[in-house]
Every structure is written in C-alpha cells, then in structure tokens.
C-alpha cells in the first residue's frame, strides 16, 4: 500500500480560513499530493478552474463572499469549462440534510464535515475520483492508509 496515495494529483482548496485551508494543505501534502492549488474565494477558486486541469477541488460551503455550492454550480453549468466534471467534495462544518441535498442538486461528489481526518480525506478524494472515471492505473486500487 503506497504511503502517498494521491501523488501526481492536482488538488484546489477553497477556504476562506487561513488556518483551515493551511491545514487542509499539509494534509494533501503528507497523503503525496505536491502539487495544491488554494483559493480563500470564489473569484480565485474560478481563475485557477480556468487555467489549468485539476483532479480535485475541495471546496467550503461557507466563504465570506460566496458559498461552496454556489460555486458548483457554476462549475457544472459552464459548458466551457474544462474543469466542468472535476470531482467536487465540499466541506463543512455542518451536516443537515438541507445542506447535503443543496450540493446533491449542484453536482457535488461527496462532503467531509470539519474537522477532517486525513485517511477519510485521502480516501473521499481517491473514491471521488475513481466515480467520475478519471483515476490512473496506479491509483485503481489504493487505499489510503495514515501513518503520522
């Protein structure tokens, strides 16, 4: 089992928090993932949507000037977009059905409530992936497993 199973991902982080997106980071980091986008809005978030191929987006539902589902909408309307299908996991600090069936409704993959466990993280980002159809064949049967 690979100790970095999401090396040679490109992952974006949309949080507003500073610390909470820093820690989202390092997370990514120590689960291999080198190569991480942040975002504290929604404007930046769609910059980076429209420069370059991502494999992930994390992305809060609660932004100071916008919200995470909001967003995925916006990312699933646009027929443009070349990040249009990007497996989308938001997360949050709630876990009401509204909110669950709102980012349904958006085309949001899956969500973590806050605060996130590394080998759940890993292991929603890898499934997220693997659902929409564009995992490697490196990565088609890891599992992500913690060591600290």
């Not at 404007?43 to 429209?50: K, M, N, P, Q, S």
């Amino acid at each position: 089992m690979p100790n970095e199973p999401l090396a040679g991902l490109s992952i974006l982080v949309v949080e507003d928090v500073t610390s909470i997106r820093s820690l989202v980071v390092k997370l990514l980091n120590r689960l291999g993932c080198k190569d991480v986008l942040e975002a504290a809005d929604g404007e930046t978030a769609w910059h980076h949507l429209c420069k370059r191929q991502l494999d992930a987006v994390l992305l809060d539902y609660e932004l100071q000037s916008d919200d995470g589902v909001s967003i995925a909408w916006r990312i699933r309307g646009e027929t443009d977009l070349f990040n249009k299908d990007v497996p989308i996991i938001l997360l949050t600090a709630h876990d009401e059905m509204r909110i669950v069936d709102a980012a349904q409704k958006a085309g949001v993959d899956d969500y973590l409530v806050k605060p996130v466990m590394p080998d759940r993280l890993g292991q929603r980002i890898l499934d997220a992936i693997r659902a929409r159809g564009d995992l490697t064949a490196g990565l088609r049967n890891t599992e992500v497993s913690w060591k600290s």
